[in-house]
């Protein structure tokens, strides 16, 4: 299992190796990797030489290290978008080949909140439709959705058992999704979300949240999507200017 030297730095080649381990079925999602010394001595590397591949490694989420437990195999991401690319969660889901499914939790029209009123524009007399939903993935619960919409914008066709809402608003109420702004931050175990998601402990959530906006600049949808981090990726296009 040794490495074969060839003229790039050693490093270089441990990552390659192991990333060929992991595609070929020798390390498999989950499994733990052997010690640092079991694994630098079959790979016929110092363990400095392997503790620098490892670290570029977890950069990549390759894998990801335990302090006290160990060294595992990342899960691989099974969506994976561009954050500049403005898709329902039914699209992502389906690009990835897998039925997209919805688990209805609860809905409520209420008072704006300060927060509300400042989103959305509205005078405070108005109502704000909240409801929240788990979206699966071949039965998998992978996203649990809070959506927000001025009542006054959904038609009165609107049903619960429709999965994408960009499409109510589209083809229903006239009003089409142009643009969000959008905001993402990575949080950990979350005590009422995470058991909903079937989250192990370890699992961190990726929280997605976005305004919307139709063709007239006007506010419509307000979004907070919590996504499995091992089952999502985010990557974004930047561009010199």
Request: with cysteine.
């Amino acid at each position: 299992m040794s490495i074969k030297s060839d003229n790039r730095h050693l490093y270089l080649q441990v990552i390659d190796r192991l990333k060929q381990d992991i595609a070929t079925g020798v390390y498999k999602e989950k499994e733990k990797l052997p010690s640092e010394f079991d694994l630098a001595k079959q790979l016929g590397v110092s363990r400095a030489t392997l503790r620098e591949a490892l670290r570029i490694l977890e950069e990549e989420n390759v894998i990801i290290r335990r302090h006290g437990v160990g060294t595992f195999i990342n899960v691989k991401p099974l969506f994976t978008s561009g954050i500049e690319q403005l898709n329902s969660v039914t699209a992502m889901i389906k690009q990835a080949g897998m039925i997209p499914g919805t688990i209805f939790l609860r809905s409520s029209t209420q008072g704006p909140t300060e927060e509300d009123i400042r989103r959305f524009s509205c005078s405070t007399s108005e109502e704000i439709f909240v409801m929240e939903r788990v979206r699966t993935a071949n039965g998998e619960p992978v996203v649990y959705c809070i959506d927000k919409v001025p009542e006054r914008i959904l038609p009165e066709t609107f049903s619960h058992t429709e999965e994408s809402i960009f499409r109510i608003l589209d083809e229903e109420a006239n009003r089409r999704i142009t643009y969000a702004v959008a905001q993402i931050e990575p949080i950990g175990y979350h005590d009422k979300i995470s058991p909903i998601l079937e989250c192990d402990p370890e699992t961190a959530l990726l929280v997605l949240k976005q305004m919307h906006f139709d063709e007239m600049d006007e506010p419509i949808l307000f979004s907070v999507n919590y996504f499995k981090a091992d089952k999502f990726s985010f990557h974004v296009l930047r561009k010199r200017i």
